[in-house]
């Protein structure tokens, strides 16, 4: 069995209530029997066996939405009736569908709280609260679903293998064990990083809606401006004092109008600035629980190596990059609007730009420590202390992912000044593959995938099971028991 490595880690008092254990789990048989609403691991359901939704792919009116103790619970009962631990169960919940927040339908067509695609749901869709129907927008339905999909994939002695036949990627098996590992034996973690997320995104979210509407203030009070100034340089050709007077006096009632917009505008900075102080405050919080892997992609916390940091926050599900650029060497590097952006080097500042161009947007020019010059384009905000002259170190936040100027969809576009050569061919860029981004295309030169054959997959116990720390394996820990009851 592949056992959850240990982590050696204090998240802080803003993250946990206490520091979160790193237990080993074996799976030991149960003596109580499996509910009857337990559908086997050993085959997938034959046809007509279960009855489904009218609409498998349409989102109910009102999700269900359940408090953390009632997922903890759905968690580890789904676990002990599979043997798939209940860490494992909650972080796949957490990746594939944020709790059930985000139930899709996604773009691939996958649905539901634990995101099965509909041809697999057809296969191990399990009726878990005894409804009538295998529900996958039913987090009972769904989660006890995942757990037979996993048990049957071979996870009861494998759970690389069982996560890796969930998604066949092995960036996604890495996050899934990592962010298990992470939740440890302590609930209480789950929870208060996903509290910390929540605070997080809101905040970015924030700051990118205050910014928007700075934007559309600003744009009006420059057209207010264009207005008085060409009513004052018409004033001034005109021969007859009449037509004069009358100029004057349209373009004194219009500067008390841009008057009145000025103050808008005035005011939509004063609320950027509370939203960009409010982000401020939420990563000061998060900021111990960000040097945890998991912790830190769930953050979109910056991602290092050698010398360079990816310059989009977020990790190789919800970050994208294709191998070229329409026109021109650049690349454009596609994430969520609000996703943080980050100094790719040490660097300094060349030049920037909070008023978007009609091309490149709002965006910044930096000279890296290695003497390249990049472009940032099409953030939604820049960041406060990102001016012309300004020292930032690698990882340094510089602003948010937006879709300023000529984009379609929120990205980041990012070239060399001049652009000369295709930053995806960087040996610095490459390496954050399945690391921090995920290639949208297939590349001729990409190096092969790793790849786990997933073999053929072994008959469950036929008890359902429960778990218990193995002695002896990981001797700097305390030994934890779990059981069905939670003793």
Same mark, same amino acid.
């Given at each position: 069995?592949?056992?959850? $490595?240990?982590?050696?880690?204090?998240?802080?008092?803003?993250?946990?209530?206490?520091?979160?254990?790193?237990?080993?789990?074996?799976?030991?048989?149960?003596?109580?029997?499996?509910?009857?609403?337990?559908?086997?691991?050993?085959? *997938?359901?034959?046809?007509?066996?279960?009855?489904?939704?009218?609409?498998?792919?349409?989102?109910?009116?009102? *999700? &269900?939405?359940?408090?953390?103790?009632?997922?903890?619970?759905?968690?580890?009962?789904?676990?002990?009736?599979?043997?798939?631990?209940?860490?494992?169960?909650?972080?796949?919940?957490?990746?594939?569908?944020?709790?059930?927040?985000?139930?899709?339908?996604?773009?691939?067509?996958?649905? %539901?709280?634990?995101?099965?695609?509909?041809?697999?749901?057809?296969?191990?869709?399990? /009726?878990?609260?005894?409804?009538?129907?295998?529900? *996958?927008?039913?987090? /009972?339905?769904?989660?006890?679903? &995942?757990?037979?999909?996993?048990?049957?994939?071979? =996870?009861?002695?494998?759970?690389?293998?069982?996560?890796?036949?969930?998604?066949?990627?092995?960036?996604?098996?890495?996050?899934?064990?990592?962010?298990?590992?992470?939740?440890?034996?302590?609930?209480?973690?789950?929870?208060?990083?996903?509290?910390?997320?929540?605070?997080?995104?809101? &905040?970015?979210?924030? +700051?990118?809606?205050?910014?928007?509407?700075?934007?559309?203030?600003?744009?009006?009070? $420059?057209?207010?401006?264009?207005?008085?100034?060409?009513?004052?340089? !018409?004033?001034?050709?005109?021969?007859?004092?009449?037509?004069?007077?009358?100029?004057?006096?349209?373009? =004194?009632?219009?500067?008390? !109008?841009?008057?009145?917009?000025?103050?808008?505008?005035?005011?939509?900075?004063? &609320?950027?600035? /509370?939203?960009?102080?409010?982000?401020? !405050?939420?990563?000061?919080?998060?900021?111990?629980?960000?040097?945890? #892997?998991?912790?830190?992609?769930?953050?979109?916390?910056?991602?290092?190596?050698?010398?360079?940091?990816?310059?989009?926050?977020?990790?190789? %599900?919800?970050?994208?990059?294709?191998?070229?650029?329409?026109?021109?060497?650049?690349?454009?590097?596609?994430?969520?609007?609000?996703?943080?952006?980050?100094?790719?080097?040490?660097?300094?500042?060349?030049?920037?730009?909070?008023?978007?161009?009609?091309?490149?947007?709002?965006?910044?020019?930096?000279?890296?420590?290695?003497?390249?010059?990049?472009?940032?384009?099409?953030?939604?905000?820049? %960041?406060?202390? +990102?001016?012309? =002259?300004?020292?930032?170190? $690698?990882?340094?936040?510089?602003?948010?992912?937006?879709?300023?100027?000529?984009?379609?969809? #929120?990205?980041?576009?990012?070239?060399?000044?001049? *652009?000369?050569?295709?930053?995806?061919?960087?040996?610095?860029?490459?390496?954050?593959?399945?690391?921090?981004?995920?290639?949208?295309?297939?590349? $001729?030169?990409?190096?092969?995938?790793? +790849?786990?054959?997933?073999?053929?997959?072994?008959?469950?116990?036929?008890?359902?099971?429960?778990?218990?720390?193995?002695?002896?394996?990981?001797?700097?820990?305390?030994?934890?028991?779990?059981?069905?009851?939670?003793?």
């Amino acid at each position: 069995m592949r056992r959850l $490595a240990p982590l050696a880690l204090v998240l802080g008092v803003a993250l946990l209530a206490g520091t979160a254990r790193a237990d080993t789990f074996a799976v030991l048989p149960s003596t109580a029997s499996p509910s009857a609403l337990v559908l086997p691991a050993v085959a *997938p359901n034959s046809t007509g066996s279960v009855a489904l939704p009218f609409d498998l792919a349409a989102p109910p009116s009102s *999700p &269900a939405q359940l408090s953390y103790t009632e997922l903890l619970g759905l968690w580890q009962r789904a676990g002990a009736s599979y043997g798939i631990p209940w860490q494992v169960l909650a972080s796949i919940n957490k990746v594939e569908s944020n709790f059930g927040r985000n139930m899709g339908p996604s773009s691939a067509g996958a649905i %539901g709280w634990m995101q099965f695609m509909p041809d697999t749901w057809l296969r191990w869709g399990t /009726d878990a609260n005894g409804d009538g129907v295998a529900d *996958p927008w039913n987090p /009972d339905d769904a989660i006890f679903s &995942a757990a037979r999909y996993l048990a049957a994939a071979g =996870g009861g002695s494998d759970l690389y293998r069982a996560v890796y036949a969930y998604n066949h990627a092995d960036w996604y098996v890495r996050e899934v064990l990592d962010l298990a590992n992470l939740y440890g034996s302590d609930s209480t973690v789950a929870f208060s990083l996903d509290r910390l997320q929540q605070s997080l995104e809101a &905040a970015r979210s924030a +700051v990118v809606a205050a910014s928007a509407q700075l934007i559309t203030a600003q744009k009006a009070l $420059a057209a207010e401006t264009t207005l008085v100034s060409r009513l004052r340089e !018409r004033a001034d050709r005109v021969t007859l004092l009449s037509d004069r007077l009358a100029l004057e006096q349209r373009a =004194g009632e219009l500067s008390a !109008r841009r008057a009145t917009v000025a103050a808008i505008v005035a005011t939509k900075q004063q &609320a950027l600035d /509370d939203t960009r102080a409010e982000l401020a !405050r939420e990563q000061q919080q998060s900021a111990a629980a960000s040097f945890a #892997p998991a912790a830190s992609q769930l953050l979109a916390a910056p991602t290092y190596s050698s010398g360079y940091v990816f310059p989009v926050g977020g990790g190789p %599900g919800i970050v994208f990059a294709s191998h070229t650029h329409h026109d021109y060497p650049a690349v454009d590097i596609a994430a969520p609007m609000g996703s943080p952006l980050y100094a790719l080097a040490d660097s300094v500042v060349m030049r920037s730009w909070s008023a978007p161009d009609a091309h490149c947007g709002i965006g910044l020019t930096l000279r890296a420590f290695d003497g390249q010059t990049w472009t940032y384009c099409h953030l939604s905000v820049l %960041g406060a202390n +990102v001016v012309a =002259g300004a020292s930032l170190a $690698a990882g340094q936040e510089v602003g948010l992912v937006g879709e300023t100027g000529a984009a379609t969809g #929120p990205h980041l576009h990012l070239q060399l000044q001049p *652009p000369v050569a295709w930053p995806q061919q960087e040996a610095w860029f490459a390496s954050f593959a399945s690391k921090a981004f995920t290639w949208s295309d297939t590349g $001729a030169n990409d190096a092969p995938a790793t +790849v786990r054959t997933i073999a053929s997959v072994a008959p469950p116990p036929t008890q359902a099971p429960v778990f218990q720390v193995v002695e002896g394996s990981h001797p700097s820990n305390g030994v934890v028991f779990f059981s069905r009851t939670g003793s």
